[in-house]
């Protein structure tokens, strides 16, 4: 629908109880039409058309043509379906939906975040954001991106604080300097965290721990409802400039195994950036060493001058199609031509952690 036909369905929408009551008055009958048989609605006036409106709940869609009046609705109601009987040029479409307006705190997956870490601090990318089991919204992210790590031991000196969302237009993904808020308010607070198992300390492999189903790199972000929304999807970066990421999506339908072939990965650092997994007749292994510790998942390859992810890409949804498969992990370079990325798998992820992650709202009585 068009501008003036989008507020016109605001306007009669909010027209009050009794303004319905006119509604009769709109509904004017052709002289040659029997008392019982289909009349006509008057759309001679766009006054008409909102007294028609006003008293019909559940319209998201309508437009006159040619003499007709076209209502799109999620489902036909009773009211409705009178509506529609009684008037011979009223046409009705079922499944019209209502639409949600972008908003700059629509918070999607594939977005930049700060962190606090005492005096300093540091960036990270949105993995895929949901619900939990409560119906409470969350962002999945990577672990490692809640601890303060100690560059020079790889030790824990403590955990970050999440901060706001990272503002898209001077993101590195867009070509800026990146690290500058978005003025949109902290995001929310770390839920369940966990980066890796025990440090692989010393030169001595033989005495590393062994690798444990639930080292994983992997965080949830508990967000703050009066802040941000969170929305499906994942974002493509080509509305950065907008600074609204929400705005050109991909949208996520499942969370899955990844398969060989092809995938995708958004981040604050490259964007929307493809790859290829790293088959297991080439890379036979279930966990890599990231920054000291095992992590469960596996690897992505691309050519060295299109990396998959580069820092700040961390904790960045990856997947493939319309499922999410994983969150960046860590990366380097593979050899001279071939950038490497590990991917911590989201599905094994989801089930070490215990967390009821939905890609839709449930869990609450008025949903």
Same mark, same amino acid.
């Given at each position: 629908?068009?501008?003036m036909q989008k507020k016109l369905v605001q306007s009669s929408l909010a027209i009050?109880?009794?303004? #319905?009551?006119s509604l009769s008055g709109a509904l004017v009958a052709s002289p040659a039409m ?11 006036? &766009? ?18 043509? /040619? ?25 009705v479409t079922e499944g019209v939906k209502e639409l949600k307006p972008y908003a ?16 300093? $601090?540091?960036?990270?990318?949105? /993995?895929?954001?949901?619900?939990? /089991? ?37 993101? &590195? ?5 990146? *690290?500058?808020?978005? $003025?949109?308010?902290? =995001? ?8 890796? $198992?025990?440090?692989? &300390? ?10 444990? #189903? ?7 972000? +508990? ?8 929305? +499906? ?12 990421? #929400? ?22 650092? !490259?964007?929307?950036?493809? $790859? ?8 036979? *292994? ?14 992505? !390859? ?5 990396? *998959? ?11 493939? /199609? %319309?499922?999410?498969?994983?969150? =960046? ?6 050899? #001279?031509?071939? %950038? ?10 989801? &089930? ?16």
């Open positions: 629908i068009n501008l009050s109880a009794a303004a #319905a009551l029997a008392d019982n048989a289909p009349q006509k609605l008057d759309l001679q006036s &766009e006054a008409h058309v909102q007294k028609a409106l006003s008293g019909i709940e559940g319209v998201n869609a309508y437009g006159t043509d /040619g003499g007709e009046l076209s209502i799109g609705v999620a489902k036909k109601t009773d009211e409705i379906k009178k509506l529609e009987k009684k008037y011979q040029n009223i046409k700059k705190n629509d918070l999607v997956g594939g977005a930049g975040y700060l962190v606090k870490a005492g005096e300093s $601090g540091g960036a990270c990318s949105t /993995g895929f954001s949901g619900w939990d /089991g409560d119906g409470k919204p969350v962002v999945l992210t990577a672990g490692h991106c809640s601890k303060i790590i100690n560059e020079q031991t790889n030790e824990f000196d403590g955990d970050t604080t999440v901060d706001q969302t990272e503002k898209p237009s001077i993101s &590195e993904a867009n070509g800026g300097e990146g *690290f500058q808020a978005s $003025g949109n308010g902290v =995001i929310g607070k770390w839920g369940f965290a966990n980066f890796g $198992g025990d440090l692989l &300390e010393g030169a001595d492999q033989d005495k590393w721990p062994e690798p444990s #189903a639930s080292d994983i790199d992997f965080a949830v972000i +508990n967000v703050d409802e009066s802040k941000y929304n969170v929305k +499906n999807g994942i974002t493509d970066w080509s509305t950065a400039d907008s600074d609204d990421l #929400a705005k050109s999506t991909t949208e996520i339908t499942e969370v899955g195994a990844h398969k060989d072939g092809s995938i995708s990965k958004s981040g604050r650092t !490259t964007g929307k950036t493809e $790859g290829k997994v790293l088959p297991r007749s080439e890379y036979d *292994f279930d966990y890599q060493n990231v920054g000291g510790r095992w992590v469960h998942g596996f690897g992505v !390859t691309a050519p060295i001058d299109k990396p *998959f992810s580069e820092p700040g890409d961390s904790g960045g949804g990856v997947y493939q /199609g %319309s499922t999410a498969v994983g969150v =960046i992990s860590g990366g380097g370079d593979l050899d #001279a031509n071939t %950038s490497f990325t590990w991917v911590a798998d989201l599905d094994h992820s989801l &089930e070490e952690s215990g967390t009821d992650f939905n890609l839709k709202k449930i869990g609450r009585a008025h949903v």
